[in-house]
């Protein structure tokens, strides 16, 4: 009998993979601003979901908490980034990163201009703006309120806005952030 029960939860966990997994690299991708690094986080996260599945799919939302697991990942990611940065700069000196896609200069600019806001204020504008998240579901990912997704979310933009230049932001901004590169540098 414990067969069939694992077989099924096996089968579901299958599902909900194929269903995610490109939604959870994008997410990623978007996050850390690194698409090489966009599939092996969404996989971590999915290897972690599944040793918790029996929880996982008992949850109200269990996308959201994928979502949660992946930010988490991603600002872990992030972290340890920033101190290995600060190491090499005592050795290196600062390089210019190429772009994935230098033919599409708004995508690249929002790209970079995302990778300077602080991560709660980054993730709040990509779930709101990129996933088309509600207010409630981007709460519910990070593991925050709505009254913090609405007002890192407002700051975010308006960060955003302020670096790419107010005057020829508004209009192209979420449809820039919408064409922000999926996983693996593949656009969706």
């Known amino acids: 009998m414990g067969t069939v029960v694992d077989d099924a939860a096996s089968a579901e966990f299958h599902d909900f993979f194929e269903r995610h997994y490109a939604e959870l690299a994008r997410l990623a991708h978007l996050l850390t601003g690194e698409s090489d690094a966009a599939d092996d986080l969404a996989a971590d996260a999915l290897l972690a979901l ?36 600060r190491r090499i700069t005592l050795f290196w000196s600062q390089r210019d990163e190429s772009s994935e896609n230098p033919d599409i200069p708004a995508v690249v600019d929002v790209q970079d201009a995302l990778r300077t806001l602080p991560f709660r204020k980054r993730a709040c504008v990509v779930l709101r703006h990129a996933f088309d998240l509600s207010e409630k579901d981007t709460a519910l990912a990070l593991g925050v309120s709505v009254g913090t997704v609405k007002s890192q979310t407002s700051k975010g933009m308006a960060e955003l806005l302020r670096l790419l ?24």
């Open 50 to 85: 599944w040793h918790r599945w029996d929880r996982v799919r008992a949850a109200d939302h269990p996308v959201a908490y994928a979502r949660g697991v992946v930010a988490n990942l991603a600002r872990s990611r992030i972290r340890s980034a920033v101190r290995e940065r």
């Open 165 to 188: 230049g107010a005057e020829n932001a508004p209009s192209h901004l979420h449809a820039a952030v919408l064409r922000t590169g999926g996983a693996g540098g593949r656009n969706p």
